[in-house]
Every structure is written in C-alpha cells, then in structure tokens.
C-alpha cells in the first residue's frame, strides 16, 4: 500500500515537473495608463532614477534598503543598485533612450533569484496627455516555469506596474 502511495505522489510530481516543461520559453507583462501632463514633464520623472523614488512601487518595499547610484543622472548609462531583506537585490541601467519617446533598462536581478530581463518605458502624446506603457520582458528558465504553475507571476508585475504607473500619474499631474 506504501509503495502504491510513493509511485501515485510520484507520478503526480512527474506529471507536475512536465506540465512546467510546456510552459513558453519567454514572458512579456506590460501596463499602461494615461496621463494629462506634458510628455516632457513624465519622461522626466522616468529617465531620471533619483526621481523613482516619489513613485516607484519598490522604492518603498524596505525603509532600510540600500541604494547606489552610478553614471550620469538621467539617460543613458544612469543606473542603481539595490540591496534588501525584503526586495532583494539587483541593478538597473539604462541602455537605450530616446527623448520624450521610450527609454530601455537592462535589469540585472541577483536575489532572491538571479534573472536578466529587460524593462521599457514608451510615452505617446495625445493631446494634453501622454499615453504611457511599462513592460518587461525575458526569458522564463525552467525555475520560473515551476513557479508559475503554482502563483501567476505575470499578475504580481501587473499589480506592480498598475500602482506605480497610478502613483506617476498622480506626481505628474501636480500643478
């Protein structure tokens, strides 16, 4: 009976181990909202990494999290690294901007899990207001891809993103 047991929970973790094999070698999670301010005026608050801080949804992970800047202060080659308990640890760069239109980072996580993906800010004017999207994308190693099965990671960036973007929106729109 034993036996029977340990070969069923196997099998089940097999079947478990090989649902995860089929999940897609990439993701891709991205968010957008609209902002009634100047597209110069929101580009700023993004290229410039000592302005996340009054609106970045992991700023405010870990009071006691230790940040370092490096390069110039905005465009390209402007990064920070991190260090936290709670957030973990990595490093952001910009590689590619292109004003008042999309900005690239190059994201270099460490802990908990090491990841390289990359992250994009694109902004649209329309009118009084600009039209702005964040995303990320990398690839899904097979450690991701068992994680997924159990909790919907795509989500937690969402949730991410969406809160971020609102708190953007809010500094933006200040008079």
């Known amino acids: 009976m034993i036996k029977k047991i340990f070969l069923t929970l196997g099998l089940l973790i097999l079947a478990w181990l090989l649902y995860a094999a089929t999940k897609p070698s990439t993701f891709a999670v991205q968010r957008s909202v609209t902002i009634k301010a100047p597209v110069e005026k929101v580009y700023t608050l993004v290229d410039s990494l000592r302005a996340w801080s009054a609106w970045s949804p992991y700023e405010h992970l870990d009071s006691q999290m230790t940040k370092t800047y490096a390069g110039p202060p905005s465009g390209v080659g402007a990064s920070w ?14 590689i590619a901007a292109k004003p008042t239109t999309s900005i690239t980072f190059a994201l270099d996580f460490m802990a908990p ?38 909790m919907n990671v795509d989500a937690i960036y969402a949730s991410d993103f969406d809160r971020g973007l609102a708190s953007l929106k809010a500094l933006a729109e200040k008079p």
């Not at 991190?82 to 910009?94: D, F, L, Q, V």
């Not at 097979?142 to 997924?148: D, E, F, G, I, L």
């Open 113 to 150: 899990m090491a990841a390289h993906d990359t992250a994009e800010f694109t902004f649209v004017p329309r009118g009084d207001s600009v039209a702005v999207t964040w995303g990320i994308h990398g690839p899904n190693p097979y450690a991701m891809k068992v994680v997924s099965t159990l």
């Open 81 to 94: 690294s991190w260090e936290s308990k709670k957030a973990g640890s990595g490093r952001m760069t910009i």
